[in-house]
């Protein structure tokens, strides 16, 4: 057995060995919180929608956010990402709804990337920073081929 071969071997029993107990502790700890950095200034900004942001998210709740809230007095870029966040977010919940396990996670992410995809073409319009915008377009390229591979899979397996 040449070095890769075994090291290739190795690192798959290692990840077997692992998942399961990552997976039993992502299913325990469900709460999804944001770094208070991303809270914090929102609610500076004039532009907290009245959330907690220490308490968990509650994704159906805000939705609409983009819908209830007075756009107008909101930076371009915020628009923009809310109105595309209101097209993937409903698309990634219906994705995920498919009764075949690998499907629903294709679907679900397929939308899930296309707003990773919208969120970085929003950042190079509007952003600043060379490192955000270098990542922006890593980001980009790298969600476009997963789409791409995620797409053909269902074209061949999806029944």
Do not use: Y
């Not at 679900?108 to 955000?132: F, N, R, S, Y």
């Not at 377009?137 to 997963?146: D, K, L, R, S």
């Amino acid at each position: 057995m040449t070095f890769c071969k075994m090291l290739a071997a190795t690192a798959l029993v290692v990840t077997g060995l692992t998942l399961p107990a990552l997976a039993q502790d992502a299913a325990q700890d469900t709460e999804f919180r944001m770094p208070e950095v991303c809270t914090a200034a929102a609610a500076q900004d004039g532009m907290h929608d009245g959330h907690d942001p220490e308490a968990p998210m509650d994704h159906a709740a805000h939705a609409s956010d983009a819908e209830d809230a007075d756009a107008s007095g909101m930076p371009e870029h915020v628009r923009e990402n809310m109105s595309r966040m209101n097209i993937t977010m409903p698309a990634m919940q219906q994705g995920m709804m498919q009764a075949d396990a690998d499907v629903a996670f294709a679907c679900g992410m397929i939308a899930h990337h296309q707003g990773a995809i919208d969120m970085a073409q929003v950042l190079l319009e509007h952003g600043d920073d060379p490192e955000m915008i270098e990542l922006a377009g890593e980001i980009i390229a790298a969600q476009v081929g997963e789409i791409e591979q995620m797409t053909n899979w269902l074209a061949e397996n999806a029944k």
